[in-house]
Nanobody
Framework: QVQLVESGGGLVQAGGSLRLSCAAS????????MGWFRQAPGKEREFVAA????????SYTTSVKGRVTISRDNAKNTVYLQVNSLKPEDTALYYC??????????????????WGQGTQVTVSS
């Protein structure tokens, strides 16, 4: 098991940017597919982005392409989510997740065994 702690959320104006971080415990971070999900009030949790263990592959939901970049620094056991041009509809609790199951369907939350507690992103208009 790996422990995940998200940070970097906050209240921002529409059009602004945020860089979310997810710090992972453990000694095998480089073996994990890492993903970001978000959940708005009254909505189901939805996939945002994922990155392969070595960072060579990324996946994004179509609604954020062009505005979001996922990256990782395995030396620091950290994954990042850069979100630009924020919109009110981006308001949600953002979760970091880790999967040991490999790169197959990284958009599926069922593949992730470990989740952080979430960091709140609120975008005002």
């Amino acid at each position: 098991q790996v422990q995940l702690v998200e940070s970097g959320g906050g209240l921002v104006q529409a059009g602004g940017s945020l860089r979310l971080s997810c710090a992972a415990s453990g000694r095998t971070f480089s073996n994990y597919v890492m993903g970001w999900f978000r959940q708005a009030p009254g909505k189901e949790r939805e996939f945002v982005a994922a990155i392969s263990p070595n960072g060579g592959l990324t996946s994004y939901t179509t609604s954020v392409k062009g505005r979001v970049t996922i990256s990782r620094d395995n030396a620091k056991n950290t994954v990042y989510l850069q979100v630009n041009s924020l919109k009110p509809e981006d308001t949600a609790l953002y979760y970091c997740a880790a999967s040991i199951r490999g790169w197959a369907t990284p958009w599926s939350p069922d593949r992730y065994a470990d989740w952080g507690q979430g960091t709140q992103v609120t975008v005002s208009s």
